[in-house]
Every structure is written in C-alpha cells, then in structure tokens.
C-alpha cells in the first residue's frame, strides 16, 4: 500500500490568507506552505482512493504525478473519495471533481444525507453514493476499507436531525500483504474502541491539530479548548501512543497556531507530498 500526504493542514491552510499570527507569519517569511488535509491511497498503483477533498484538491493533484489522467483523454486513476467528515474544509473540494464521468463517493449515512454538493454534483456527473456503516467494504486495487465514527460534531452548515455520525476513522487495509493504515485527523477523544481500532495497524495518522490544550486561548485568545472544537490535542494523545509501540504514529491537520506547523516538532508531523510506504 501507498500513502500519499496531499495536505496536512486544517482548514484555511498555512499561512491562512487572512491571519497574521504568529504561526503565519513564520509561514510567510520562511516560504512554508501546508495545504488542507487529505491523503491519496492505493493498493497496486493504479487505482487510487482519495480520503477527503480538500478546497486545494485541484493543486494537489497536479503536484502528485501519480494521479495524472491518461492514457485515454478523461480516464483518471481516482476511483473514488472516501470522506472523514461534512466540513467545508474536507468536501469543497468534490466540486472540483465534476468533471469526472463517474464519481463515487464513500461517507456514513448521517455525511451523505446532510452534503449539499450530492444534489448539484447529479447535474453534472454519474454519482454513486457509498454508506459506511462500519461493516468492512472492498475497494479496486486490492483494498477494504473499516470506518469507525468517533465524533458527533456536525458542521455549522447542517441542519441537526440527521444521525449522530458525523466524524469518522478510517482503517484502510490491504488484502495482499495485510498491512494497515489508519486515518483519524480529526479525534476529539481517545477511546476503548479506537484503541482496539487502531490496534496491530502499521502507520496512523492522527489529529495534529493542536498541540496543548491551551493553545487556542493562548495564540489565539479563543474561549473554545480543542475539544469544544472536536479535536484532541497532540500532548493528550501522546501518553496512549505507549500502548501500541509497532505503530509509526504521524500527526497531520495542523492548525495555523499549532507551532509545529511551521517550526521544529518532537513528534513525528506529515508533511505536503510525503509518501509512505506499507
């Protein structure tokens, strides 16, 4: 299996274009630059899954020979979107996409009834709607993906009354060597049952996007901690990291005031265009 980081920021990237604090700043000054998270995913090379669409899907893909079309005029090697979550800053990016002759498109129920792209995307290309409901589906190239929802925090846009499965983990296996991959970017609590998710997996990448629990308030003087936003800081998580020590861990999705985004981390942090090899 091949990983692809396509983005490893949080929504508005980094530098934010409309943000001068400290993070951006550095950001600017140093030429760092982190697109919106999302990942590419593939089993034999040829047929490759993207996990979220990020509003800056359409630079990413350009950046990633991997995904070129070709040989014909509109064949592409995406077969599909696997979404992690309803937010803008995880679904803008499927727009760009219409363009596809076919689209398919994999989310539990409570994303898919509530994204208000299905409608429009209908106009424009043969959409094929995918429910993960946390029974094992098989992909093309030879891999299954096992969504776990681990969080209930709806996207301001959505209307309530439509499920509580709003933020999902996914665990992308390949069925050849069976090596694993565990996607979660987006955790708002550590539980008994994403830690038996996670374990025997080969590499994870977790929620990067704050590093302290303090970090809003003191970079940004925000009354709301990280996990009134959905998300479990880098420093809360790291203690569970000890139970499972044949896991490389990375941490991606990273705020603009989270400082490892633009300088030195301790810990292992995803980077735009990173592969990784399981």
């Given amino acids: 299996m091949r990983v692809r980081i396509l983005g490893s920021a949080a929504g508005g990237g980094l530098p934010q ?14 030429g760092a630059n982190r697109t919106q998270d999302g990942v590419a995913v593939t089993g034999d090379g040829t047929a490759w899954y993207l996990i979220n669409a990020s509003p800056d ?33 995880h679904t803008i990016g499927l727009f760009g996409l219409r363009e596809a002759e076919r689209l398919d498109v994999y989310a539990t ?6 994204l208000p792209a299905v409608p429009i995307l209908r106009r424009y290309t043969d959409l094929h ?4 409901t946390g029974e094992p589906l098989t992909l093309d190239g030879g891999l299954t993906v096992h969504a776990l929802t681990v969080g209930a925090k709806r996207p301001r846009y959505a209307d309530p009354g439509r499920g509580d499965a709003w933020v999902s983990a996914l665990r992308l296996l390949d069925q050849r060597t069976g090596r694993s991959f565990v996607y979660a970017t987006c955790l708002p609590t550590w539980t008994d049952a994403f830690d038996a998710f996670l374990a025997g997996a080969d590499v994870a990448l ?9 970090e809003p308030a003191r970079a940004a003087g925000l009354t709301r901690t990280p ?5 479990l800081p880098i420093a809360d998580a790291l203690p569970e990291l000890r139970h499972h020590p044949g896991v490389r861990f990375l941490f991606g999705h990273l705020n603009n005031t989270n ?14 265009g990173q592969e990784l090899l399981l």
């Fill in 259 to 272: 400082p490892f985004a633009a300088g030195p981390a301790p810990v292992d942090v995803a980077h735009d």
């Fill in 109 to 114: 129920p409570t994303i898919l009834a509530a």
């Fill in 227 to 231: 996990r009134d936003m959905g998300h």
């Fill in 17 to 30: 274009w409309n943000c001068a604090c400290d993070g951006c700043t550095t950001a600017r000054r140093s």
């Fill in 57 to 89: 899907l359409r630079t990413q893909l350009l950046s990633t020979g991997d995904l070129d079309p070709g040989p014909g005029r509109r064949d592409t090697p995406i077969r599909g979107v696997l979404l992690t979550t309803a937010e803008l800053d």
């Fill in 206 to 214: 977790l929620d990067g996007t704050f590093s302290t629990e303090d």
């Fill in 129 to 132: 709607l995918h429910e993960l």
